[in-house]
């Protein structure tokens, strides 16, 4: 079982940054819902998919990974492995896969409904298990699939061959998007999305920035919760207004010297990994309580794209952190320690993705030599919470604790 | 001036009592560890041991994974910077501590004055661990301290491949059954555990002098097959079970001093 009940908290502002992103992040899924009951064509769609194509087009989607995150957040992670699990799928697939292929069985899940797709939008520069995971809920619902080919970028800088390959793939599939569901392209309205994506982005970008301040004005499981906005609705006028928002209140924040990290700020660290969700208290309260801020993290800056015509949009869609190579991958995160001040890095390696953590080990033993920090590791897993051990990931952040304590030269 | 050090692991709990920050006045194993009665009788034990009494021990650090559930204690640190420390008070050489115990296994890198400055565990897996060795143990019927004079009389030690415990726990009865000699089979167990801790210990840096700590080290045949793992040789005190309970006591009488110096 994950965690259990939470403290009841006062309402938020409704002029904040948090009701503002809440309410967008909640209003995508009815949206979605809404257009569903209308009649209109709704799409499931993967996180690093352009979202520029279906809001340009008009269209209605949702999100898998979010869901598969909201549920396994709100408790429902194992009940719905389970059910996975008992159509025939592997523990060792990826538990968000393992969710979403339940809840096209189950049709339901308290923690986080959805109305099931007219078609799907995959695209795997995020990972490649989600193609399988996509195909067999196109097969099984008889639903067309639509798939955007980014390999995984051996390269440094994305060359043009790659954006080419990767244009030709984008106009296709606004065509076949066209073609189903009716639904026409407008440049206008692109261009439109596209600077409203950007101004999200580059608010998003810079609040996230805003760490780089002594102490940090904000505690970065924040972002783990506001990102759901960048994955979802970025490309959205109320998206761009509230995340200048947040950045705006971050910069008072600072100005004030007040934070959202209610603690002593003691050690700064950078979070490696997707957040793991069903134990998302313990590990951010593990945290806290030893004055611990988690500062960054690659997982949130991966959904600000900043990009100025549609080949750069191609390019920026090859350039995210699973899709790019160790050493680019490495150097964005080396970046991010040096801007934020980062004292140690805490490594999630996540039992759901094989990919990420399996270059995490060597890329963040380079990233520790060269910002001379240490980093520790604890197993865990993004949805299913099966997969984490409290007392060993207690014992892992106290280690790193007591390292970054030596480091200021109190334990010798 | 006594400090205490208790380490209260997943089947042990440990203590040792420290007179003036230097000498060791007692030291208490018991095989009962966090949850059960044995941190108090390891307590029980090490103030008879040393002929001290409660009201003498100025100050208390607890580690292991009963660390924050003992009522005792004044302070609790990590069993990762308490093995450090004290492999280190044993051994000043020292830069890499191996350390398995009951449930889990580590590597610590240490610098010159003795202090950890990277890890790595094990993953939520019980092979490589005392407990694997356990369990083993059971399947041939041994107590746990027999092991490693079986493992010695071995030549060929069994390649026992799975690195799931209770798969290799089939592995060992198939070669049973398919006549695999007795100290054969033990050495491959062994072997198999310290396959496991090495892969670690690599991960994070093998820096000589090496040294092994936790109650798995007590098996010299787990020792053996590290030292041809690593090709290294590896250091090794009688005290290894204790050393997180060292570790734990001089960071007691450090909190004493900077009690005592922030009074002056």
Same mark, same amino acid.
């Given at each position: 079982m994950g965690e259990e009940g939470k403290k009841s908290r006062p309402a938020p502002d409704p002029n904040s940054?948090?009701?503002k992103l809440g309410r967008i992040a909640a209003k995508a899924y009815t949206d979605a819902a809404e257009a569903k009951a209308r009649g209109e064509m709704v799409g499931w769609c993967a996180s690093n998919f352009p979202v520029e194509i279906p809001e340009t087009l008009g269209l209605y989607v949702c999100?898998?990974?979010?869901?598969?995150?909201?549920?396994?957040?709100?408790?429902?992670? !194992? +009940?719905?492995?389970?059910?996975? @699990?008992?159509? *025939?799928? /592997?523990?060792?697939?990826?538990?968000?896969?393992?969710?979403?292929?339940?809840?096209?069985?189950?049709?339901?899940?308290?923690?986080?409904?959805?109305?099931?797709?007219?078609?799907?939008?995959?695209c795997n520069n995020i990972c490649n298990c989600m193609i399988k995971w996509y195909e067999n809920i196109a097969k099984e619902l008889d639903?067309?699939?639509?798939?955007?080919?980014?390999?995984?970028?051996?390269?440094?800088?994305?060359?043009d061959a790659q954006v080419e390959y990767i244009k030709a793939q984008f106009w296709d599939a606004i065509h076949q998007l066209e073609d189903y569901t009716g639904k026409k392209?407008?440049? !206008? +309205?692109?261009?439109?999305?596209? @600077?409203?994506? *950007?101004? /999200?982005?580059r608010a998003w970008i810079d609040a996230t920035s805003q760490a780089k301040?002594?102490?940090?004005?904000?505690?970065?499981?924040?972002?783990?919760?506001?990102?759901?906005?960048?994955?979802?609705?970025?490309?959205?006028?109320?998206?761009?207004?509230?995340?200048?928002?947040l950045l705006k209140e971050y910069r008072e924040n600072h100005e004030k010297g007040i934070s959202t990290f209610r603690a002593e700020?003691?050690?700064?660290?950078?979070?490696?990994?997707?957040?793991?969700?069903?134990?998302?208290?313990?590990?951010?309260?593990?945290?806290?309580?030893?004055?611990?801020?988690?500062?960054?993290?690659?997982?949130?800056d991966a959904f600000g794209y900043i990009y100025e015509d549609f080949d750069g949009m191609c390019r920026a869609y090859a350039d995210v952190p699973n899709a790019m190579n160790l050493e680019h991958a490495r150097d964005k995160r080396i970046r991010l320690c040096r801007d934020n001040h980062v004292e140690g890095i805490l490594v999630h390696t996540n039992r759901s993705c094989k990919l990420w953590s399996g270059f995490m080990p060597e890329m963040s033993?380079?990233?520790?030599?060269?910002?001379?920090?240490?980093?520790?590791?604890?197993?865990?897993?993004?949805?299913?919470?099966?997969?984490?051990?409290e007392a060993q990931y207690d014992t892992r952040v106290q280690g790193l604790m007591e390292i970054m304590e030596g480091n200021k030269g109190g334990a010798e | 001036m006594y400090t205490l050090g208790i380490d209260i692991g997943s089947a042990t709990s440990k203590c040792i009592l420290l007179r003036d920050g230097k000498k060791i006045a007692g030291s208490s194993?018991?095989?009962?560890?966090?949850?059960?009665?044995?941190?108090?009788?390891?307590?029980?034990?090490?103030?008879?041991?040393?002929?001290?009494?409660?009201?003498?021990?100025l100050y208390v650090i607890a580690t292991g994974y009963g660390r924050k559930k003992f009522q005792g204690a004044d302070g609790e640190m990590s069993e990762l910077s308490c093995h450090a420390r004290g492999v280190h008070f044993v051994f000043p050489d020292v830069r890499t501590v191996i350390d398995i115990g009951g449930q889990d296994a580590k590597v610590l890198a240490l610098n010159e004055k003795g202090r950890m400055m990277n890890f790595a565990m094990n993953d939520k897996c019980a092979a490589g661990t005392g407990r694997f060795l356990e369990v083993m143990a059971g399947i041939l019927k041994m107590d746990i301290s027999e092991l490693e004079r079986e493992a010695e009389k071995s030549a060929d030690p069994a390649s026992i491949s799975s690195t799931c415990t209770v798969f290799a726990e089939s592995e060992v009865i198939s070669q049973l059954s398919a006549g695999t000699a007795l100290p054969d089979l033990v050495a491959g167990i062994c072997q198999s555990v310290a396959v496991r801790a090495a892969a670690l210990a690599r991960r994070v840096g093998v820096r000589e002098a090496v040294c092994m700590s936790g109650g798995v080290a007590k098996n010299a045949g787990v020792r053996t097959a590290m030292e041809k793992e690593l090709g290294v040789k590896i250091l090794f005190s009688d005290m290894a079970q204790l050393m997180g309970a060292l570790g734990a006591s001089l960071y007691a009488y450090d909190a004493v001093r900077d009690r005592e110096t922030s009074v002056q």
């Open positions: 940054a948090k009701f999100y898998p990974e979010n869901q598969a995150a909201g549920i396994a957040a709100r408790g429902g992670g !194992e +009940r719905m492995c389970s059910i996975s @699990e008992g159509e *025939g799928y /592997s523990n060792d697939i990826c538990a968000y896969a393992r969710i979403s292929l339940a809840y096209m069985k189950a049709k339901e899940a308290p923690e986080q409904d959805m109305p099931l797709p007219d078609f799907v939008l995959c639903i067309p699939m639509i798939l955007i080919d980014i390999p995984f970028n051996p390269d440094y800088e994305v060359s392209w407008s440049e !206008e +309205r692109f261009r439109e999305v596209m @600077e409203t994506s *950007g101004r /999200s982005s301040h002594i102490p940090s004005p904000f505690n970065g499981f924040d972002l783990l919760n506001h990102m759901a906005v960048m994955v979802t609705a970025r490309g959205k006028e109320e998206a761009a207004e509230a995340m200048e928002t700020e003691k050690y700064r660290i950078m979070f490696e990994g997707i957040a793991c969700w069903p134990w998302l208290r313990v590990t951010s309260q593990g945290l806290k309580s030893r004055g611990i801020n988690m500062v960054t993290t690659i997982y949130a033993r380079q990233i520790g030599e060269a910002c001379g920090i240490p980093v520790a590791s604890f197993d865990g897993d993004q949805a299913d919470p099966r997969n984490f051990s | 194993v018991v095989a009962a560890g966090t949850g059960t009665d044995g941190p108090e009788q390891a307590l029980k034990m090490v103030l008879e041991a040393a002929g001290a009494d409660r009201k003498d021990i």
